[in-house]
């Protein structure tokens, strides 16, 4: 038996950065695995920074490795009709940017610090369960080392995904959950070789999307959409650079570097909401309360954001001994959440071709974007949306 003020389920980017915050604010804090750590760092995921995650970083004392080798973008291109576009985000938003810093580097340096911190952190956590989290003495279950132990708490966070227990435990009549599953798939690759463009290149082809992004000045990631269908090991590394040369236009296609995948991988893409994200001492964060296409880059951003929100109803309710925060924390949470849904549903829609809408739905696209590479207004419309909202939007 043992006890804890936050027992925390998931030692993902959002379960780590919570209990940086929360050791930071000296609240005690236990988490729980299902996997080993390594399962954990070899999992390859975003790697566009908004603002908020950043000073989230900082506020949790481990941004130096992120600063230092992290690349600051102030804008993106969009290609389509063979030519390519740029949107100034940092003159259209007044000097906002986003930072290229892969997820697996940010999960790195949380778990450093929380190992140089002595904190609590269980991998390999099996048959984890949570209990009486609609009473005020919630517990935790679970297996290790072949025994059973439970953790006595004051609140359980749910940070564990999208297949995690935390969801999964609520009844069905006190939940409501949306989802769109798009009809294709992101084959990703990795390698060792030196990005195409200096900036994000995202791609409306007839013959499908396709991104040009980058974790390094050395290390590039590619993706392009393919059908449901497709099998990752019915793609070569040669069949992959191919068909990506032909998405592109003709300087890209002349500049880019190819080499062996390290990795490779197909990723479904789903619009994905729970509401509500709190049900009595449990709440949820980051994919275990929704999901975004990859598209318009929030769902990292987006689980920070539950994250900022929780950790500071957690300060509130211990420091000022106010439930304030945690009573408001779902609504504060969704309405954020809805408007990167949107703009993420809508980039999806906009860049990726639908075979059921026909050439007319190619046209369409390539028209819109035409139209807002050369309004000021459409343009803001896109730069605003990808750098993300003030933290402070869910209050106005």
């Known amino acids: ?34 996997h080993t750590g390594e399962y954990v760092l070899g999992r390859i995921r ?25 690349l600051v973008h102030g804008g993106i291109d969009l290609l389509f009709q063979g030519e390519r576009h740029r949107i100034d985000m940092n003159w259209l938003t007044g000097g906002k940017n986003v930072m290229v810093y892969g997820q697996t580097e ?56 999208f297949h995690g227990v935390c969801r999964a435990s609520v009844p069905r009549k006190a939940i409501q959950e949306f989802e769109k599953v798009y009809p294709f798939g992101w084959l990703g690759v990795l390698s060792e070789t030196p990005p195409v463009h200096e900036e994000l290149i995202y791609v409306n082809s007839p013959r499908g999307f396709a991104l040009c992004s980058m974790r390094s000045h050395t290390r590039s990631r590619y993706y392009l959409q393919v059908p449901l269908t497709d099998k990752v090991e019915e793609w070569s590394d040669q069949a992959f650079w191919d068909e990506l040369r032909l998405r592109l236009d003709p300087q890209a296609r002349e500049q880019l570097v190819t080499g062996p995948s390290i990795e490779k991988s197909i990723a479904p893409l789903r619009s994905f909401v729970t509401e509500p994200l709190r049900f009595g001492r449990l709440f949820l964060a980051g994919d275990a309360g929704h999901i975004v296409p990859p598209t318009g880059a929030k769902g990292l951003n987006l689980a920070a954001t539950d994250v900022k929100y929780l950790s500071g109803a957690f300060i509130e309710y211990y420091r000022d001994k106010s439930e304030a925060g945690i009573d408001g924390y779902s609504e504060r949470c969704l309405r954020r959440i809805w408007r990167a849904e949107r703009f993420s549903w809508w980039f999806t829609s906009l860049m990726h071709r639908f075979p059921e809408q026909g050439e007319i739905g190619q046209k369409l696209q390539e028209a819109e974007l035409d139209y807002l590479v050369h309004s000021e207004a459409g343009s803001r419309t896109i730069a605003e949306n990808y750098v993300g909202l003030p933290l402070d939007f869910a209050d106005r």
């Open 106 to 161: 940010l999960t790195r340096d949380l778990m450093d610090a929380r190992k140089a911190e002595g904190l609590e952190t269980v991998y390999e956590a099996l048959d984890v369960a949570v209990h009486d989290f609609d009473t005020k003495r919630p517990r935790v279950t679970y297996r290790h080392g072949g025994q059973t132990h439970e953790i006595q708490c004051d609140f359980i966070a749910g940070c564990d995904g």
């Open 46 to 70: 975003a790697g566009i920074l908004e603002q908020v995650c950043i000073d989230l970083m900082d506020e949790a004392g481990v941004g130096e490795r992120m600063h230092r080798e992290g």
């Open 1 to 34: 038996m043992k006890k804890t003020q936050v027992a925390i389920i998931g030692a993902g980017p959002s379960g780590l950065l919570l209990g940086q915050l929360l050791h930071k604010a000296g609240i005690d804090n236990i988490i729980l695995e299902r």
